[in-house]
């Protein structure tokens, strides 16, 4: 498992600088999350029936960093990695070959192509490909990421908690 540092966001940044600072903020909070665990622990469920399981959502946040930043920004071809139209919800579904540290290395791998796509953007350039039906502009997609990192955050507390009663971070 890498280690992963925090950083503070700036409360002075301009616009863009704020954005990234907030998304990489809570990229890094999910990590830490998962930091000092075991790959069963990882696989820990919320509560039945739900799979929802930190390794599940490094899975997920990969699939949503793939999704938004090279198919609907840059307009690649980039198939899912874990769910299928048969497995909707396959991130969450794991193998007993699945590990902590091959999901980790496929969501930086997404985490690192998303700022490479994003660098030479304006935030408001749109998205190549349309996803139900709209353009988004990058601002959006930076937005969209936040609320998706702080939405599942907020799930990987209460995971975190329960795997091992630790609060914080």
Known sequence: ????????????????????????????????????????????????????????????MAEVERIWFRRVLEGEAAPPLYFSDEDPDGEFHLGSADTFEAAETVWRAEIERARELAASRSLDDTSKEERHGKRFSLRW???????????????????RERIDGATGA
């Open 1 to 60: 498992m890498t280690t992963w540092e925090r950083t503070e966001v700036s409360t002075i940044a301009g616009e863009r600088e704020m954005l990234e600072g907030w998304l990489d903020f809570h990229r890094e909070t999910l990590a830490l999350k998962c930091a000092g665990l075991g790959d069963e622990q990882l696989r820990e469920t919320s509560v039945p029936p739900s799979g929802l399981s930190l390794l599940g959502l490094v899975r997920h």
């Open 141 to 159: 997609i930076y937005v969209h990421m936040i609320e998706e990192y702080a939405r599942h955050n907020g799930h990987a507390d209460l995971l």
